[in-house]
C-alpha cells in the first residue's frame, strides 16, 4: 500500500493555492453545494470512511503521474492517462461529498512511499498500479460497508468497480506475471 | 327546538303564498323571494356548531385555542424492502450451473476453458460467501429441504461454439452485476459491502470475458 512520506497535515493549515489541479476550492462553486441538497445526510463514520478513500485516490494520481515518468509502453502510456482522468473524477466527486456535510476533505501529500519499487522495465510500474487500484478498493468498500445513504453506496459501488476493473486490466498485460487478473471479492482484507 | 330553528324566511314566505292564493293564481311567481342572509340564524349554521362543537368534545384534541402538546400517531402502510439476499442466492447458483455445463462444452478450447475455469472458481467463492451469510442469518432448523435430484435429460443438443459458451456467460455477468448492483441499495450494510465487492468482481469478468 502507498504510504505518504510526510506526516499528514492540518487541512487548515494549508494553502489554498496547493488544491490539486482541476479542483476549485472546496465551497466556491455551485458543483460543491449541489450534493448537499440531494444525497442526504451522511453519517460521521461514513464520512471518516470517504476520508479514506479520497485519500487512496490523491494517493493514486500521485502514483499514476510516478509510474508514467518510467512507463515507455505506448499502451501504457494511454493507459494511465486515461486511468488518471478516472481517479480525478472520483477524487473530485468525494470531495464535493465531504464538503457537501460541511467537512474537509484531506489533502494529497508530497510524496508517497511505494511498495513497488518502479524501473524502466514496465512491467514494475503495472504491478505499482495493479497495488494502488487495490488500495482504492479497500477504501470504497469500507465506504459501502459505513453508510445507510444510497447515494453514496451507489457511488462507492461504482468507484469500487471502476477501480477493480483497472486492477483486472494492468494485470492482463503481464499474463506470465499474473496467472489470474480476477479477485473474488475486490475490496475485502482477506480475498 | 322547531320553534327556534325554522328559518324566519320560510314562515314568511309560507305566510305570503296564502295571501295572495296559492292555488288557481296567476301571479303567485311574482312573489319576492327573500334572501336567507337576512335570517339572523340560519339551521345549517346552528347545526354546524353543534357539530363542531361535539367533535372537538369527542376527541379532545384539535383544540387551536390549547397550548398543550398533541401527539400524532402515523402510520405508514408502505412494505419494506424486500431483502435480495434470496434472489441474489438463486441466480448464483443458476449461473455457476451454467458456467459448469460450459465448462464441459467448452473443454476442446484451451484458452476459453481457462478463462471459464477462473470465472467459475470465483462464482463459487460467490455462492459459498451467500450461503454463509444465510447461515448465518437463519436459524437450523428454518433450512429449506433439499429436492430430490431429477433425471438428467436424455435429449441430445448439439456441443454450442467457444463464442457462444462465453457470450451466454458474458450475458449471465451482465445481469448478475446489475442484480448485485441493485441489491447494495436495499441491504444492512454488510451485505451491502458483500453485494458491492461481488458488483464489482462481476465488472472484471466482464472485461475479462469480452470478445477481443
Redesign the interface.
Known sequence: MTTPLTEPTAPGTVPAQTAPAGTAPPGTDPASTAPAASVGPIEPEAVAALQQALAAEHAAIWTYGYIGAFDKDQLDVNRIATYTQQHVVTRDGSIDLITGVAGTPVRTEVAYALPVEVTDDPSTSRALAAVIESDC?KG???V?????N?FL??F??AA??D???R???WK?VDPAVTP?????????STP | MDRVCRPLVERQRTAQLFRVGYRGSNAWNDVRVQSPASSPFGRRAFLTGIGGTALVAVTGCANPFSSAPTTRTVTSDAPRPVDPLMTLLATTRLHLARIDTGLIDIAADPAGLAILTLIRSDRAAHLAALEAEVARTTSPTSGSAVAPPTAAPTATVPTPAAADILSLVLGDCVTAQTQFRDGVQSTSRYRAALFGSISACLATHRLVLQPS
Open positions: 478498493t470504497w468498500r469500507f459501502i460497508g459505513s453508510t445507510d444510497a453506496r451507489d462507492a459501488v469500487l468497480s477501480s477493480a476493473v486492477q483486472t486490466a492482463l489470474n487478473p480476477l479477485v473474488p471479492f475486490p475490496g475485502a
